[in-house]
Every structure is written in structure tokens, then in C-alpha cells.
């Protein structure tokens, strides 16, 4: 060991996200996702909606369809025209003017949650299940004028709006999507949420469960915990000196309990947070006591005296955990779940597990658990359990189901950079990128020392030195005499290093850096991974995940037995007792929706089979139209003989499926280099405007990648969309070369090209007739919402928020999507709505949800008298802050766009990152499981394993391909329209059916899927700046100026400033190119 004199800043140390992959069916991993722009400016005030559509001009990407309703002509977009000059504030076409009526008048929802004002984010300590905080009351929409004068608390002088004079009334839009910003200097101001009041809000409650479909019988991996009876007391725990490690102060705890159990504790065995909190069943004998534990470090081997640490720990009672609110609660008879009750109940489950494995989050992770997989690249994966109480209808609920995480090796230093590198170290030197890629991996690794026989210590490792070993000197008294690291383990420990070449890792603090050679060091087994997997250890760690669910099924239940929770000496002390049985849960499977096709197929409408079915003998509902396309291929091995007869395939195929497609390309297809993708794609496409002049659009490009395309994919998509204004279909050589039968293939890339264009592939048959419930009576508009946030290690990164909206009313098939970026990892979507003060226009409103209604008036001629928001990504400690955020900003933007105009909301989360699973009752009865082994789509579960009290079920609405399916977990916080349960539950249901990019149902509702698609491509649009870490530090703007503003940072309060996003091309913005 070799101690650096002089003080350098260490690296950045372990990242604390977790990056766990997950193995169900639903939204693909590996799915290529899509982006939108922003929104127009307008003032706020009146009536200032666009002009309604206008019949267009035959031709051109994106302006309809060739074909109409039952294979009549009908202008393009399928709409009913508007006559010009009609006033913008009557509802046009269908139908006639609609009053605004059913709401339900104003009503306050009372029962106090815990009381106090809104807290952020979770509850305190590892709570059993995310808690929510309180938060302040909403009041239901109503006829009423709606204040916008609410708006933003950042304005300085006063938060009313002006109103808008009679003159600035009839403003007309020829834009529909410019998302506003504000002027040079301006800050962008984010609508905060209202605070009202200190009373609680209340999710609505359950309006009764479903009774539509064929009922069945499923299990779920719920187990039932018998609630205890006993008297539980909190403890508040105080340790000096303070340290961060909850491992050091349980062990604290251990030694205790050990030395005072049956003395000053009277006998009790306490449960620990690892942090402030101990609680007891029953009382200690004192209500605050002192202790002085002594800590001995462990034995490193060196035989030295081992170091002993005294802690002084003060144990002072603190409150009465009070059992029966919850099970008042459970009951139903209590509104607010007592979350105090919930997390000692999971403390006390977690202690010996804690004991026994790796905890990381709610899992525990061991080796013993099942085999160690390697994952590549030096990691592998561990096999563990996750582990919750829930409150549900059944009572308490022990919710287990199977993990699997990555880990680091426990390997020798070299062997694991070896791995990393994929290549002999001692082959040829670093180059630069190696030690980049050497550095992130192993920063905050903590390893032990190899070469002072049994003695281990251990060290975490904060960066590399930019030396080679045999390079490095270190001075070895106070007069500044130099010594090598070479020589220095050879004089001191007989050590001979072989790979002298190689930097040192550099270990300890900023003050007191330390050397130690690379062939010295082993990792220390039981680290988990937390920075992003690669493909191919995504690809590794989901074939360890993968069982089918009879396997997945006897692995809870062993888990079960080998956790012997009957034998846990904490819960016995409690009282708790654990069901050894999976939970028998009563289930409906609905029917699959009849889907509308063109009249002129053989086969006009369809019923799908078991989630899925097939385009054959079918014509799209609305086919798109490409008059001029082009072809180009990146990949050396497709030949330009072979790329043309591909592209004359899948021509075929798009006539075929009922497009206007043209045969020939603009020009023949072209091979170039994937090096030269921007330089390529500029040429081409200028050759081709250049022989479509003076008035030709090209409406689409094909585009062949080579296999392994690294950034070529975002690149491309980024020039097309966002420079040249182009749609494009990518396809990969492997497809274009395979000698087998490309059809299912190329008619799934139709599927995809034909809404790229404008197009529709089908719509429900029940939305064909008027039939949908609270959706085909009066126009009604369907949005989906949704935030993903950057990658582990992505310290700098944005979040990107994505918001579509539905604009064919009756259909509700064709979406249109915007995105916006915000803080690194802000879930709230602050970009909804906006005001900002413009030097010459005075107050300006913007923002996602206005730009969206104001597009949906243009496209059906209607204004949305209904609004549902499906909100994907919300975990449920974040509920109370993303409806009164997300539900005010909806209610602010309908109102800047017309007084009193406050159409009801129903606010609908959509989940998929739950450990829920369902399995049929008998596995071998072929009628209730899909060939995958999976439960039938379309089964829901509204009872006994949900919410006591509120409005919120399990779907699985998709047909399981591999592995266990994941039901999504439906829970509505507003609900002004007054679903059923079995109306909501249907249109979600038949709403998976109308996903556009396959003929199968999917795992959640459409909306919230292409949400994310839209978040997802909007990082490709970002610039990447790579730092040392290696990770993106770019950002996306809020919102985009008036045209020729240009781009510019914005930056909202509290948030470091984001460079916009290159503008997307109107006639890209106004088709679903994400899909």
C-alpha cells in the first residue's frame, strides 16, 4: 500500500440509482420509442380557439386518407369540414352546438390523511408500501367561471390574468404546434400546484366492482398476514457518533439487544429501521435509557489489535403505533391508510432477512438464492425475492415474488478489466476510452488486498491514476526522498509486480490518496451493480428472469417455505402469522373488442383470438398515401439489386394492406456509408426535391441499418425529423436479406409506414357505431401522459415528459404528441401549461395540454367536452403531487382557452412497476391459459387483492409471448365523469386492442404506451457532450420560441438551464412518426 502525499478530488463514488430489469411481456425493452414538439403561443382570456379544418389539398404526406368510411371518398383526415367564418366559440358538425352539462356540482372530498399539509415524496423510512402524504383538497369542476387568475405563484406582482378584450377574441391560427416561450431574459414560469387549504384530498372511492365477462378463478402471489394483537410501541433512536452506515448501526443494535435483552429491555425483541426508529410489542420497562456499545471492527488477518469503537445510544419512547385505524382501514370504515402501523409491520418482516441476505430496496439478494449467472463484461446476476405488506380487501397482504439484479464478480482487479475489455491487458497498452470504461466501471467498487497473506483489509477505490505503475514515485519522509511503487512492494512485502504497465487504482479519501497496484486488489463479493447494463447483459439478466409462470409460481411458494415465517423469531414476537398459501382471487375475462377494417377486404371486421390476429384478407380503414418515396441503405452487406427487390416487396405489401403507394422510388435505391449518415441523407435528399420541383414532397424514406448500428438509428431519425422534415421506416439487413418468408415481417412494417403517413390501420368497431360509453356521445378526448428519466450514471442528463392526445373523435385511434424536457428526474410534468410576460404581447399562455385541445378542435371541428388522462410512471408515493400539479394545470389550460370552460376530468395512473402476478388456478386446463401458460387477456381483478376502498384494478389485456405476463395496475385519483367499473375497465380493455404497430392486444393503454415511445426518441434528439464518466450531459428546452426565436436555454426555478431540442418539422409533428 503506497499512501500519496498531496491531495487530489477523488472520483464521483457509487451511484445510489438501481437500474433492475424486469422480464414481463408489455412494453418491449429493446422497442425503438418516438418524440413531438411543443405548442403555439397564444394570450390568455376568452375564446381563442384555432380555425376549424379545412378541406385540404389532395396529396402530401400526412394530409389523410385516400379512402373514407366504407370506401367513399372523403376529405383527407376523415373529418367533417367546417364552414369558414362560423364563430369559434359553437361546437361545428356533429351533432351541433353541445351545452356543457353533466357535471356533478361542487364538492369537497373530505377525510383527513394524516391531516397537515402536502409532504413530498415518500413517507418516512422503509414504509411498507410507498406512503402518501398528505395532501390539500381538490374541488370538482363546475359550471361556474373558472378562475385562471390561479395561475402562476412566480409572477411577481399578481397572480390574476388580465382579461382579454372583444378585439383579441377571434384570433386565428394557421400554426397549431408552437410550443410558446418566452421572450430573451424571460424565465419560463411552471404552473405550481395550488395549496388551498390543510384539508386532505380523497381518490374516489370504488363505485361498485365489475360484472361483465366470463368469471373465473385466478391466484396471486398475495399472501394473507394475520394482523397482530398486540401493543406496539416506537422507540426514537439516537447514536453518537453518527455514522451514514446502516450496517454499522444495526450492528450497533445487534450488540444491544445481545448484552441487554433480558435485563433494561424486559425480555423484548426490539425491530430496527437501521436508522432512527426501533419498535417493540409492548412496552419497554423505561420510556428513555442510555447505553455505551462497544464495536470491534473484524478481523482483517493481520493479527494487529483490532480497532474498538464506543457508541453512545439513547433509546427514548416516542408513540404508540395504534393498530386498530388499521384495521378500521381494512375495513373500509377509515379513509387514510395509517402508514405508521404499515412500516413497523414491514420493518419488523425485513429484520431477519436483512440479517440473512443482500438487501437492495424492497429485495434480498444471496448467492444461496439459485445459481450465480455470468452477465458479461465482469458481472452476474443473483437471484433474491421482493417483499411487501400491502393493505387490501382481503386484509393484510404479504405481496413476494422473484428478483433477479446484477452484481459485480467477485474477481481478481485484472481478470475483471479483462472481462470488462474483452481482451489480454497485457496484449497492448490503454488507449484512452479503455481507462474511461475502466474508470466508470470500477469507481466506488470497494475491493480487498491480496498480497499480505491472511491479511484482507478493504478498500473503496475513487479513481486511476493517470500514470503507468512504473511511472509512479511517492515521496517517503519529511525531506521529500522519492521512492517507486515498484520498488516499495518489492522492498517491503517481497512483492514483484508483474503489470507494471498498468495505472494503480487510487483508494481512501481526498485527503489522504492512496496507490495500490491493480494485480494486488480482488473485488469483495456481494456488490451490487447500479450504473446501466448493455444489451447484451440485458439480453443475459432476462433469460435469467424468465420462467414461465407454473415455474415462477412454485419458486414464490418455496420462497415461502424456506423464509419459514412461522419460525421468524421477530414475527412471532409481534404476533404477525403468514399464509403459506397463494391468495384464490375471483377474476372476469372480458371479450375482445370487434375491430372495424375497409369495406372493399374480404374481411371488414374482425374478431381477434386469444389477444391477437392477422391482416390477412383485410384493408387498412384508412390507408395512408406516398406518392414519393427513396430509398437508402447503410448496411455493406444488402447489395443494391437486393435493396431494390426488398423495397418492391414491401411496396406490394402497403398496396396489398389498402395504401395509395406508388411503385417506383424518386430515385433508385443507394448504398452509403453509416459514417457519413448526415452528409448522405442531405445529398439524397436534395437530389430528389431537386427532381420533385417545384411543388413535390417526399413523403417517405426507406432506410436499411446494418445489424449493430450503435447511434446510427438516432442520428438518422434526428436529421430526418427535426432538419429535412422527413418520415422514415428503418428496417435492419438481417430482415432484408433472410431467405424465409418475409411476409408476417413486411406487413408489420406496413402497419407501422401507414400511420407514419397519416393513415389508420383500424379502429373499434364500437367507436364505428357511436356505441363506446361515456366516450362516443359527445366528443371526447383521450390523453396519455408519461416521464422517463435518464439512465443510472446519467447524473446530468433531463427528464423528458411526453403528452398524446387523441384526434378522431369518435375513434380515438390517431394521436398527436408533444414532449418538453425538465429537472433531472422531476416527475411532475411541469411543461402542461404555462404563463410567461412577453415585452410586446403582455401575459402569454402555452403549454402541452392547450396546444393539444386547440389541435383537436382543428382536426374534428369539435371542442372536448370530456377529458380522460392516462398517466403512466406514477409511483404511489407521488400520487397527491402529480394530480393537484397535472389536474391543475389541465383546468388552467381548457380555461385560457375559453371561459368557463371546464370540461370533467377522469385522472386515470397506469402501472406497471409492481410485483403483482397472476396465475390460472389449474394450469393444465387449456381454457384458461394462453399458449405461453399465461392467464387469458383481457382478465381483470377488481376485489380482494385491491384497494380497500378505492377506484383501482388489475388488467392483463395482452396475450403472454415469454415468461410470466404482468398484469398493468389501473388506479383512478379524479373522476368527474362517473365511470362504472365495468365501463372503465372495458375501454381500457378494447382500447389495447387499437395499438398501431401490431395486430395484437398490448400490456397498457394505448395513450400512456405512446407517451413513452414519444419520450424515449426524444433522446436521440438531444447532442451528447460525453464527459470522463462517459454519460450524456444535455438537456431539451421547456418549451420553443415564435418562428425565427431560435434556440435557447430555458431554465425553470430551481433547475439548472436546458438547451432546447432542435425543433421538429411541421409536416412531421402532424403524424404518429414515433411509431
Request: aromatic share 8%; hydrophobic share 35%; proline share 7%.
Amino acid at each position: 500500500m503506497v499512501r500519496k502525499r498531496r491531495t487530489e478530488l477523488p472520483g464521483s463514488g457509487e451511484s445510489s440509482q438501481s437500474a433492475e430489469s424486469s422480464s414481463s411481456g408489455g412494453r418491449g425493452g429493446h422497442q425503438r420509442p418516438a418524440e413531438s414538439s411543443p405548442t403555439q403561443q397564444q394570450q390568455g382570456g376568452g375564446q381563442v380557439w384555432g380555425p376549424a379544418p379545412q378541406p385540404p389539398m389532395q396529396g402530401g404526406r400526412g394530409r389523410g386518407f385516400h379512402q373514407g368510411r366504407g370506401g367513399g371518398a372523403q376529405p383527407h383526415g376523415g373529418m367533417a369540414p367546417q364552414q369558414q367564418g362560423a364563430p369559434v366559440s359553437e361546437y361545428q358538425g356533429r351533432g351541433g352546438p353541445y351545452a356543457r352539462g353533466g357535471m356533478p356540482p361542487q364538492q369537497h372530498y373530505g377525510g383527513h390523511r394524516g391531516g397537515g399539509s402536502m409532504a413530498g415524496g415518500h413517507g418516512v423510512g422503509p414504509s411498507a408500501g410507498p406512503s402518501r402524504p398528505p395532501a390539500p383538497e381538490l374541488h370538482q369542476a363546475m359550471q361556474a367561471p373558472y378562475e385562471a387568475a390561479q395561475a402562476s405563484s412566480s409572477q411577481a406582482s399578481s397572480s390574476r390574468q388580465p382579461d382579454v378584450s372583444a378585439a383579441q377574441l377571434p384570433q386565428q391560427f394557421e400554426q397549431l404546434s408552437v410550443q410558446g416561450e418566452a421572450a430573451h431574459g424571460q424565465a419560463i414560469q411552471p404552473v405550481v400546484p395550488l395549496v388551498s387549504s390543510s384539508k386532505s384530498l380523497r381518490f374516489p372511492l370504488r363505485p361498485g366492482k365489475g360484472s361483465f365477462g366470463d368469471r373465473c378463478v385466478v391466484k396471486a402471489n398475495h399472501f394473507f398476514a394475520e394482523l397482530p394483537d398486540k401493543d406496539l410501541h416506537q422507540y426514537d433512536v439516537s447514536i453518537k457518533p453518527e455514522v451514514s452506515s446502516r450496517g454499522v448501526n444495526r450492528a450497533v443494535m445487534e450488540q444491544l439487544v445481545r448484552h441487554y435483552k433480558e435485563s433494561y429491555l424486559g425480555g423484548r425483541l426490539p425491530a430496527y429501521d437501521g436508522r432512527k426508529s426501533l419498535y417493540t410489542a409492548g412496552p419497554l420497562p423505561f420510556t428513555s435509557r442510555e447505553f455505551h456499545i462497544a464495536l470491534i471492527d473484524e478481523d482483517d488477518g493481520s493479527g494487529s489489535e483490532r480497532r474498538q469503537r464506543t457508541f453512545n445510544v439513547v433509546i427514548k419512547l416516542a408513540a404508540r403505533a395504534d393498530l386498530h385505524h388499521l384495521e378500521l382501514f381494512l375495513a373500509g370504515r377509515q379513509a387514510d391508510a395509517p402508514q405508521e402501523a404499515l412500516q413497523v409491520l414491514d420493518i419488523v418482516l425485513r429484520e431477519l432477512p436483512t440479517a440473512r441476505y443482500s438487501p437492495i430496496g424492497r429485495s434480498f439478494y444471496s448467492p444461496n438464492l439459485g445459481r450465480r449467472q455470468p452477465l458479461g463484461e465482469g458481472l452476474e446476476s443473483w437471484r433474491g425475492f421482493y417483499q411487501s405488506i400491502r393493505p387490501t380487501q382481503m386484509g393484510l397482504s404479504l405481496n413476494i415474488d422473484m428478483s433477479s439484479t446484477a452484481f459485480i464478480e467477485p474477481l481478481p482487479v485484472i481478470d475483471f478489466i479483462a472481462q470488462l475489455l474483452n481482451r489480454d491487458v497485457q496484449a497492448r497498452p490503454l488507449s484512452d476510452a479503455d481507462r474511461v470504461k475502466i474508470k466508470k466501471a470500477l469507481r466506488g467498487v470497494k475491493v480487498e488486498v491480496t498480497h499480505r497473506g491472511n491479511m484482507r483489509r478493504k478498500y473503496r477505490i475513487s479513481g486511476l491514476t493517470s500514470q503507468a505503475t512504473r511511472e509512479l514515485t511517492f515521496p517517503v519522509d519529511e525531506r521529500g526522498t522519492m521512492k517507486s511503487v515498484v520498488q516499495y512492494f518489492q522492498e517491503t512485502y517481497g512483492f514483484t509486480i508483474q503489470h507494471t504497465n498498468l495505472p494503480c487504482l487510487q483508494v481512501g479519501n481526498q485527503q489522504r490518496l492512496n496507490y495500490l497496484p491493480m494485480e494486488v486488489c480482488k473485488i469483495v463479493e456481494g456488490q451490487r451493480y447500479s450504473k446501466r447494463l448493455n444489451e447484451r447483459q440485458i439480453t443475459a439478466l432476462l433469460k435469467v428472469t424468465c420462467q414461465r409462470p407454473h415455474e415462477r409460481e412454485l419458486d414464490i411458494i418455496q420462497t415461502v417455505r424456506h423464509n419459514a415465517y412461522h419460525e421468524d423469531p421477530y414475527a412471532k414476537e409481534f404476533g404477525i402469522k403468514i399464509s403459506e398459501k397463494l391468495a384464490s382471487v375471483e377474476a372476469r375475462v372480458l371479450p375482445a373488442p370487434w375491430l372495424k377494417y375497409h369495406d372493399t377486404g374480404r374481411e371488414k371486421k374482425c374478431l381477434p383470438r386469444i389477444g391477437q390476429w392477422n391482416m390477412m384478407n383485410k384493408k387498412m380503414v384508412n390507408g395512408g398515401r406516398v406518392q414519393n418515396w427513396m430509398c437508402i441503405s447503410f448496411a455493406r452487406n444488402v447489395h443494391e439489386s437486393v435493396a431494390r427487390g426488398f423495397c418492391h416487396e414491401l411496396v406490394q405489401m402497403c398496396r396489398t394492406s389498402g395504401m395509395d403507394f406508388s411503385i417506383e422510388p424518386v430515385l433508385p435505391p443507394s448504398s452509403e456509408r453509416p459514417d457519413q449518415v448526415e452528409r448522405a441523407l442531405k445529398a439524397r435528399y436534395h437530389n430528389a426535391m431537386s427532381k420533385l420541383q417545384p411543388r413535390g414532397e417526399l413523403d417517405l424514406l426507406i432506410v436499411i441499418l446494418p445489424d449493430n448500428n450503435g447511434s446510427l438509428y438516432g442520428d438518422l431519425k434526428r436529421i430526418c425529423e427535426t432538419e429535412l422534415g422527413l418520415v422514415s421506416q428503418c428496417c435492419l439487413a438481417k430482415h432484408v436479406t433472410s431467405r424465409k418468408s418475409k411476409q408476417q415481417y413486411l406487413a408489420n412494417v406496413a402497419l407501422k409506414i401507414n400511420v407514419k403517413v397519416g393513415g389508420r390501420n383500424t379502429v373499434l368497431m364500437d367507436a364505428w357505431t357511436r356505441g363506446i360509453p361515456l366516450v362516443s356521445d359527445r366528443p371526447t378526448i383521450i390523453f396519455g401522459a408519461d416521464v422517463t428519466h435518464p439512465h443510472p450514471g446519467e447524473d446530468s442528463s433531463p427528464s423528458i415528459a411526453a403528452v398524446v392526445a387523441s384526434q378522431d373523435w369518435p375513434e380515438v385511434t390517431k394521436y398527436a404528441g408533444l414532449v418538453s424536457a425538465q429537472a433531472h428526474r422531476q416527475e411532475l410534468i411541469q411543461d402542461l401549461f404555462k404563463v410567461w410576460q412577453d415585452p410586446q404581447r403582455g401575459t402569454v399562455t402555452g403549454g402541452m395540454i392547450r396546444e393539444l385541445l386547440i389541435s383537436f378542435k382543428r382536426a374534428t371541428g369539435e371542442k372536448p367536452v370530456r377529458i380522460i388522462f392516462y398517466r403512466d410512471g406514477v409511483s404511489e408515493g407521488q400520487f397527491y403531487q402529480v394530480l393537484l400539479h397535472e389536474l391543475d394545470a389541465i383546468r388552467k389550460a381548457c380555461a385560457s382557452l375559453e371561459q368557463n370552460y371546464q370540461p370533467p376530468v377522469t385522472f386515470v395512473v397506469v402501472q406497471k412497476r409492481h410485483h403483482t402476478r397472476l396465475f390460472a388456478n389449474d394450469h393444465h386446463d387449456h381454457q384458461s391459459v394462453d399458449r405461453s401458460g399465461n392467464i387469458l387477456p383481457g382478465t381483470v381483478v377488481d376485489s380482494k387483492i385491491c384497494h380497500p376502498t378505492e377506484f383501482d384494478f388489475y388488467l392483463c389485456s395482452h396475450a403472454g409471448i415469454q415468461g410470466t405476463s404482468r398484469p398493468a395496475h389501473y388506479h383512478v385519483l379524479w373522476d368527474e365523469n362517473k365511470f362504472s367499473a365495468d365501463d372503465l375497465q372495458t375501454l381500457t380493455n378494447n382500447l389495447c386492442y387499437t395499438y398501431a404497430r401490431c395486430t395484437r392486444s398490448v400490456s397498457i393503454v394505448p395513450p400512456a404506451y405512446y407517451a413513452h415511445l414519444a419520450a424515449f426518441r426524444a433522446r436521440f434528439y438531444m447532442e451528447p457532450e460525453t464527459s470522463d464518466s462517459g454519460s450524456l450531459a444535455s438537456g431539451v428546452a421547456a418549451g420553443r420560441g415564435p418562428p425565427g426565436s431560435g434556440p435557447r436555454s430555458s431554465r425553470f426555478a430551481g433547475s439548472v438551464a436546458v438547451r432546447p431540442l432542435p425543433p421538429l418539422k411541421e409536416n412531421v409533428k402532424r403524424v404518429m412518426f414515433y411509431c
